[in-house]
């Protein structure tokens, strides 16, 4: 607990200059509307899975809390890249191997809520934009690859491709929200999707990177703990 803290303190704290996912107000009303209802259907599955996981086995509850601290601490981790948003880990792939991906979408919502209120880190109007990209994709990514490269029998190498991928594809995802709202003048949409994700690249790979290893360590250590956890709970 006292290590969590000292992560919060270190990382959180000291970047509330610049601290957003998209950044509150950065959208046009229509494009935040607009992913707010496309995030609708995947947050209403996800109370429904969550619901079934407990009733199924009520001792999860703990487990469900450390990944959703897991995702708010990794994703808090920011650092500035292009304007109206900011580059960090997700945090999301580790939930959605556990639990499954639109458990995920519920806690990362969560999360986002939390820290577009207290931290300034996101915002209210951009919520729905940002839970579609971390919240919705991301794990979804995470979810498929992990169950895809588990047929392979290399887990270590499933776990890190799948919280790597997962990473990347939110960027992949917000550059082009962004690219949507924000098109370039003169060489249109597309054009500005190309920069937004060549600017991201420059600090999201290496973070993917790392968040891959970190989830690796982690689950391990999950798994060590209780080896009766049923990965992928959505089935």
Request: overall charge positive; glycine content about 8%; hydrophobic content about 55%.
């Amino acid at each position: 607990m006292r290590f969590l803290m000292v992560l919060i303190l270190v990382f959180v704290i000291p970047s509330f200059g610049f601290s957003m996912h998209i950044m509150e107000g950065f959208l046009p009303p229509a494009h935040a509307t607009f992913w707010y209802i496309l995030s609708i259907p995947f947050f209403t599955y996800g109370l429904f899975a969550i619901r079934k996981i407990l009733k199924e086995n009520p001792k999860q509850k703990m487990l469900l809390a450390f990944v959703a601290a897991f995702a708010f601490v990794l994703s808090a981790m920011k650092i500035p890249s292009v304007t109206g948003s900011c580059s960090h880990p997700t945090g999301v792939g580790l939930g959605a191997i556990i639990f499954g991906p639109t458990t995920m979408t519920v806690l990362g919502a969560i999360v986002l809520l939390f820290q577009a209120l207290l931290l300034a880190h996101g915002g209210i109007t951009t919520l729905g934009a940002n839970v579609f990209s971390m919240a919705i994709v991301g794990p979804l990514v995470s979810y498929f690859v992990y169950k895809l490269l588990m047929k392979t029998g290399k887990r270590t190498l499933a776990v890190f491709l799948a919280a790597f991928l997962g990473d990347l594809l939110t960027y992949v995802t917000t550059s082009f929200q962004l690219a949507l709202a924000f098109p370039d003048k003169s060489y249109g949409m597309w054009y500005s999707f190309a920069k937004f994700l060549g600017i991201f690249a420059v600090t999201q790979i290496p973070l993917a990177i790392i968040e891959g290893f970190l989830t690796v360590v982690v689950l391990d250590m999950i798994l060590k703990y209780n080896e009766e956890i049923a990965l992928g709970g959505e089935r």
